[in-house]
């Protein structure tokens, strides 16, 4: 093999890896400075036989956008209550303006379907906790909008915890 070539594999890998950092960089980052929303689940089919332990989420926050009236992708503005229970102030194409306590929240139109807005989806070990009582899914979100799941809540906002 020539020494370009050679050359050319090692850039391209050099390349791929420093874009791998840089997106657990950024994820980090909002798991380390994001504001901590719940977000209310939407009544879904609870377990996946296939899959074992396993809870596919839907938001309702997202059901109660009509996707044929909103940009394929953008931004759900949202404001958290006393509870931090994300409430739906109006949709945008870009992170900003804000007002004060406003966040935003991206969102993507799924094949003209349904609107994404997270994880949907929440995988957890068969039998250590009662997942069945998940109310909210906890996100934290940065100041670009991202969203990271960070666990399931339940009714009395509090995060379920598996069992030990």
């Not at 093999?1 to 980052?29: D, G």
């Not at 899914?137 to 969203?147: H, Q, S």
């Amino acid at each position: 093999m020539k020494k370009r070539n050679l050359f050319l594999i090692a850039i391209n890998l050099v390349l791929v890896l420093a874009f791998f950092a840089w997106s657990v960089y950024q994820k980090e980052q909002t798991l380390k400075n994001g504001k901590i929303v719940l977000l209310e689940l939407a009544p879904v089919d609870p377990r996946s036989l296939f899959q074992g332990d396993y809870m596919r989420l839907d938001y309702a926050i997202s059901r109660s956008q009509n996707h044929d009236s909103i940009p394929v992708k953008g931004y759900f503005v949202i404001v958290p209550d006393s509870n931090g229970v994300a409430k739906k102030i109006r949709v945008q194409e870009k992170p900003e303006p804000l007002a004060e306590g406003e966040l935003p929240l991206r969102y993507t139109v799924v094949k003209d379907m349904f609107v994404k807005v997270g994880a949907d989806s929440y995988f957890f070990q068969e039998g250590l906790a009662d997942y069945d009582s998940a109310r909210y899914g906890g996100l934290k979100v940065d100041k670009n909008g991202e969203g990271i799941l960070i666990g399931l809540y339940d009714n009395k906002f509090s995060l379920i915890r598996p069992a030990r």
